[in-house]
T-cell receptor, first 113, second 111 residues
Framework: EAGVVQSPRYKIIEKKQPVAFWCNPI?????LYWYRQNLGQGPELLIR????????DSQLPKDRFSAERLKGVDSTLKIQPAELGDSAVYLC???????????FGEGSRLTVL | QKEVEQDPGPLSVPEGAIVSLNCTYS??????FMWYRQYSRKGPELLMY????GNKEDGRFTAQVDKSSKYISLFIRDSQPSDSATYLC???????????FGTGTQLKVEL
């Protein structure tokens, strides 16, 4: 079974530029999460989807961040415009039940200069 | 004050040592407790999952929960260089999968 696939793995941009991250989840895992992990910190939830519906986006900075999950499968997370403080690893995760087991991708490491 | 506190380390131990990793929390509504392991430049992976107070053992790993003290621990016996990673505690209340993570403890097991 393939794991969670994220791209790009690394991205370097200048501030005020846009950036997008893509996530392909594990087949059949209907819940999808985007987390942000700052250096030396634990992951922090940005948004959670149940199929194609965003059920928790309370931590998503909506002035510059947006996300979508088309047809309840792949998802994209976009930042426009990026700020220096957005430098972090953006992790996509899936779950198939409510046990607390999340399957994470390897993350997309963003550096904003 | 953060809901979950975890000593960031780094923690360096010799091979074969017993490692103790800890987290404290303030939200008494947390009922489910997890430990995730994160290798460098990888995503976290679930290592241990516990519910309620007590111990749970899986091979060289033992997870311990003390709800009365709001304190959880992960013990690693006979530590190996391959255990070198960052260990994140995570916890949630009864509903859904909204996890609150600790900051992670970086562990290095040296030959």
């Amino acid at each position: 079974e393939a794991g969670v696939v994220q791209s790009p793995r690394y991205k370097i941009i200048e501030k005020k530029q846009p950036v997008a991250f893509w996530c392909n989840p594990i087949s059949g895992h209907n819940t999808l999460y985007w987390y942000r992990q700052n250096l030396g910190q634990g992951p922090e939830l940005l948004i959670r989807y149940e199929n194609e519906e965003a059920v928790d986006d309370s931590q998503l900075p909506k002035d510059r961040f947006s996300a979508e999950r088309l047809k309840g499968v792949d998802s994209t997370l976009k930042i426009q415009p990026a700020e220096l403080g957005d430098s972090a690893v953006y992790l996509c995760a899936n779950s198939r039940d409510n046990t607390g087991e999340l399957f994470f991708g390897e993350g997309s490491r963003l550096t904003v200069l | 004050q953060k809901e979950v506190e975890q000593d960031p380390g780094p923690l360096s131990v010799p091979e074969g040592a017993i490692v103790s990793l800890n987290c404290t929390y303030s939200n008494s509504a947390f009922q489910y407790f997890m430990w995730y392991r994160q290798y460098s430049r990888k995503g976290p992976e679930l290592l241990m999952y516990t519910y309620s107070s007590g111990n749970k053992e899986d091979g060289r790993f033992t997870a311990q929960v003390d709800k009365s003290s709001k304190y959880i621990s992960l013990f690693i016996r006979d530590s190996q260089p391959s255990d070198s990673a960052t260990y994140l505690c995570a916890m949630r209340t009864g509903g859904g999968n909204k996890l609150t993570f600790g900051t992670g403890t970086q562990l290095k097991v040296e030959l």
